[in-house]
């Protein structure tokens, strides 16, 4: 199970969050879930980030992390 650190750590390692604000990928990093070794998010939490940030909304999929 990856740690709060550790999910904000992957998202950074990711090239459509190397240039998000920490405040955004934390917000992400909070809701995200893991399934083995990745992070994924539910339909309803990807609503409620863009609703908070719509500019992530390019950055996230319909079912979360793309």
Not at 33 to 62: C, H, M, Q, T
Request: net charge neutral; charged share 35%; proline share 8%.
């Amino acid at each position: 199970m990856m740690t709060f650190e550790e999910k904000i750590k992957y998202l950074r390692n990711l090239p459509q969050f190397k240039v998000v604000p920490i405040s955004e990928v934390r917000a992400i990093a909070f809701v995200a879930n893991e399934k083995k070794g990745k992070l994924f998010l539910d339909p309803e939490d990807v609503e409620k980030i863009v609703r908070e940030y719509p500019d992530l909304a390019s950055k996230l999929g319909p079912d979360g992390l793309t």
